[in-house]
């Protein structure tokens, strides 16, 4: 089983709609956990990071659920902009590195 | 404030060959995280580098080696290049014990 697993889609979404994504951890150690959105052929550029008790930035909501071990990512109100691969990543406990899923890919469409 | 940069952007080596990527930290971090990403992948954890000693290591072979020097700069080494080794290589810095880590654009190195 991967470390950090999610659905790569892609996710096809009409602009203005509302749209989630699950990312499952295998590692009950986890401590801290990231959403990154990559562009094509760009580096990953850090959304949120995920607390605890959740978390918000304008139309992007980050939950963490460690009883079941999966973070979410949702957004609302989708632009077009929004358009990319998301990342979810985790850092285990006494370790600095980050594991990645595979990405989830997201298309707006007008 | 200038963030991460690498260099080069774009680099083309042929098979056992060696190559170097550079890469420098945000201003006031200190460490330094090597990624390797293939096509339709996340990114890997090669290492991790904080005063100047590399303090972390993924499951990667011997063939990659790096370098942080007193500036907390970075550099990656690969040596034998083999076609595989073809991808996006990521550097991140960071504060150290921060697990928040930024990425700089990348270098594409393709092995021919």
């Known amino acids: 089983r991967k470390e950090v697993e999610q659905d790569p889609g892609p996710f096809n979404v009409p602009e203005g709609a509302t749209v989630a994504f699950n990312c499952t951890y295998s590692?009950?150690?986890?401590?801290?956990f990231f959403w990154y959105r990559q562009d094509c052929r760009k580096e990953p550029k850090l959304l949120m990071s995920?607390?605890?008790s959740g978390n918000e930035d304008g139309r992007f909501t980050a939950q963490l659920n460690r009883a079941s071990q999966y973070i979410s990512l949702l957004i609302r109100d989708s632009k077009l902009s929004d358009s990319a691969t998301y990342l979810c990543a985790v850092t285990f406990f006494g370790n600095e590195k980050l594991t990645f899923g595979t990405g989830t890919r997201l298309t707006i469409i007008p | 404030d200038a963030g991460v940069t690498q260099s080069p952007t774009h680099l083309i080596k042929t098979r056992g060959q060696q190559v170097t990527l550079r890469c420098s930290p945000k201003?006031?971090?200190?460490?330094v995280s090597w990624y390797q990403q293939a096509l339709g992948q996340g990114p890997q954890f090669i290492f991790q580098?904080?005063?100047?000693?590399?303090?972390q290591r993924g499951n990667f072979p011997d063939r990659f080696s790096g370098h942080q020097f007193p500036n907390y700069s970075s550099e990656l080494n690969v040596n034998a290049l083999l076609l595989g080794d073809s991808a996006l290589y990521l550097c991140a810095s960071s504060s150290y014990r921060v697990n928040e880590q930024f990425f700089g654009p990348g270098t594409r190195l393709t092995v021919l």
């Open positions: 580098y904080y005063e100047e000693e590399e303090r």
């Open positions: 590692n009950s150690a986890s401590q801290s």
């Open positions: 201003s006031g971090h200190d460490t």
């Open positions: 995920v607390y605890s």
